[in-house]
């Protein structure tokens, strides 16, 4: 049988194997030893010495007999015979108690025994019983006289009967604790067997995991450790089990893949170095470019102001003069010009404040978005008109620039306000609730809506979707809107899931420290699907800013 084919699984399943067989044959002989030591010990215990205890009751009875025929003999009394009938009783009792603590396969025992009771029945039948009868019919004097003129023989033999009975029961009391003790020394003998095997089986499967497994796992990994240090042309092989040499010929084969693939990958290197230095130039121009745009569009709306500021006044200065004394067309190009300029200085100061959003700035502070719609009601007062309704619960309170949060609701609400459905009282409700890291604001309104094909729209500058004439405005207020959440770390999008009117919703970080109870919405949130009609804190037109907090 060829053994170093052998899988280092087959070859531990074959020692355990092996050590389990010779370990279970020795649990079957221990097993019995024991249970022979047990019945030798119980032959020690439980019969011998109760049977030569009942021996030596035996012999008692018979002194007892023979005291209570002497006195009887001497006092002629019922009452000497005490002794005699209590002998009988006792020698009846102890030979029960031998009987029954005997084997069938002591015989010895069992023919000593028999023959100390019938030497009893001679001595009783022809010594006890005569005395007795003489001196019932004939006195003491003739009772003694027999005592006096018989022998000791009969009652020296039950003596010895006795004795030899005793000698047999010792010697099955010798034999079985010699058994018993031999079948100790047998167990210790099976003990060390067994922990001698134990030892081998151990000692052997440590050999055999030091041949097949420790040092080829540790010759294994130095070649591994050499190809990870950069050898990769190094061959790796195991002298070990077939496992390890079936491991160390994958991991080779991995190997040979590396190091086939390292040779593109060092010029894929060199690639990406060229790609990298041009995309680092690129985004440094791309950087400067970006810059330049800021600073021109700072400088540009400045510069244009001084300009703009005169041709306005001098149109407007002309309108006032020459109104009604020129043609009606005449009027109308003044007018026109005069609208000009004013849209023009409208988008000029639009852009100035979208290019000064993250560049100009005061810092982060702790705002409360609640007292920020107080402001904005208040500033959007006159627009809202009598019969608008700006109401908002649950605002918390975010890290930001107050001016720039402010500037937010102001367009948000404005945009609210200016695209309001003819004829329907204008009703805005600002909502928050916190998902995450996050506060989630929606700002709805009952105005006209925007359509789902310009929502990637709405927030590009300049963007409008309305005529000029149909709303005023420049179509920046929602790019302005984007620029501050994403400066403030949010997102914002446009609410598709409306039935009227116009959902958005931004995100703001929550304010660090603050506890966050995980699957509950936050108290006085709103969700931001909800129609308007919700809402506790309301700003009535020409009014103050009513807050209620919710159960």
Known sequence: MNLRGWTLRNRIVALCIITGVILSGLAVLAVLTAARNNRHLDDVLNRASPMRAAGEGLSTAYVDQETGIRGYAITGQQGSLGPYNQGLADEKAMVSRIEALLHPGDTAIRDSLRRVQQRALVWQTQVAQPVIEAVDTKGTTAGQQLIIAGSTTEFDSLRQAIGAMQNDIQALRTRSATAARDSSQTMVAIQIAAAAIIVIAGAALLLLLDRLVSRPVVELAEQVRAVAAG?????????????????????????????????????????????????????????????????????ASHDLQEPLRKVASFCQLLQRRYAGQLDERADQYIAFAVDGAQRMQRLINDLLAFSRIGRLTAGFTDVDLGRVLTDVSSQLDARAGEDAEISWTGLPTVEGEEPLLTTLFVNLIGNSLKFRRPGVPPVVRVSARREGDEWLINVRDNGIGIEAEFADKVFVIFQRLHARDAYEGTGIGLAIVKKIVEYHGGRIWLDLDVEEGTSINFTLPVLPGTPSPAGVIEAGSAEPSEGPGAGDGTAEPGGTAKTEVSA
């Open 231 to 299: 050898d990769y042309d190094r061959h790796i092989e195991s002298g070990g089990s077939p496992e390890l040499a079936s491991l160390a010929a994958d991991v080779d084969g991995m190997r040979r893949k590396i190091a086939a693939e390292l040779a593109e990958v060092r010029e894929a290197r060199s690639q990406i170095e060229w790609v990298n230095e041009q995309l680092k130039a690129q985004a440094e121009e791309l950087t400067r470019s970006n810059r330049d745009l800021e600073q021109f569009a700072y400088v």
